[in-house]
């Protein structure tokens, strides 16, 4: 197994340790990654290929960004909370 969760070459990226993929289309790929959530942008986007155990994919086209995405983990009120609110 790859340490790298990204490879990028000219012409296409691998994606390594995919725990969900979100969404994907030609121009925005949504994905989590040791369940951290990134997306990827860019243009002409193909998902290629995937992995027998789909955890790794092969992405071509024009990647523009490549960012993690920060979530806002909301916290489960108590019962009592809930129950007086």
Same mark, same amino acid.
């Given at each position: *197994? $790859? =340490? +790298? %969760?990204?490879?990028?070459?000219d012409?296409? *990226?691998?994606?390594?340790n &995919?725990?969900?993929? #979100?969404?994907? $289309?030609e121009?925005?790929f949504i =994905?989590?990654v @040791?369940?951290?959530?990134?997306e990827?942008?860019?243009t002409?986007?193909v @998902? !290629?290929?995937?992995s027998?155990? %789909?955890k790794? &994919? !092969?992405?071509?086209g024009?990647?523009?960004s =490549?960012? #993690?995405?920060?979530?806002?983990? #909301?916290?489960? #009120? $108590?019962?009592i909370?809930? =129950?007086f +609110?």
């Amino acid at each position: *197994m $790859s =340490l +790298a %969760n990204f490879t990028i070459y000219d012409d296409h *990226m691998i994606v390594n340790n &995919i725990t969900e993929i #979100k969404e994907f $289309s030609e121009t925005v790929f949504i =994905l989590r990654v @040791l369940d951290i959530p990134y997306e990827i942008t860019g243009t002409n986007l193909v @998902l !290629k290929e995937v992995s027998n155990d %789909n955890k790794t &994919i !092969k992405i071509t086209g024009i990647v523009n960004s =490549l960012e #993690k995405k920060n979530i806002q983990v #909301k916290k489960n #009120k $108590s019962f009592i909370k809930k =129950l007086f +609110a």
